[in-house]
Nanobody
Framework: QVQLVESGGGSVQAGGSLILSCTTS????????LGWFRQAPGKEREFVAF????????NYADSVKGRFTISGDNSKNTVYLQMNSLKPEDTAVYYC???????????????????WGQGTQVTVSS
């Protein structure tokens, strides 16, 4: 079993920055693929970014590429999502997710992830 605890959400004006954190426990951090998803009101939960097992190969949704950065700190069992140049359309509840598959995954599908955090609200005002 893997536990995920997110923090760092909040309110910011357009153009601002926030950093989200997700601390994991229950399984070695380096054995996990970690992703961020978000869900805006009335919309499906969508992929934002993921970082593969061992911290390699960050991958981003086109809507956030160049603005968001996902990274991991093995010593803290924590994955971060640095969000810059925020836009009102980035407003959503952001979720951290994890799985321990070694192969046969894309990293972008919700169904691939076995563990989810509780979510943290990000609100961007214009």
């Amino acid at each position: 079993q893997v536990q995920l605890v997110e923090s760092g959400g909040g309110s910011v004006q357009a153009g601002g920055s926030l950093i989200l954190s997700c601390t994991t426990s229950g399984r070695p951090f380096t054995m996990l693929t970690l992703g961020w998803f978000r869900q805006a009101p009335g919309k499906e939960r969508e992929f934002v970014a993921f970082i593969s097992v061992g911290g390699a190969t960050p991958n981003y949704a086109d809507s956030v590429k160049g603005r968001f950065t996902i990274s991991g700190d093995n010593s803290k069992n924590t994955v971060y999502l640095q969000m810059n140049s925020l836009k009102p359309e980035d407003t959503a509840v952001y979720y951290c997710a994890a799985h321990s598959k070694i192969w046969g995954y894309s990293g972008r599908a919700r169904s691939e992830y076995d563990y989810w955090g509780q979510g943290t609200q990000v609100t961007v005002s214009s």
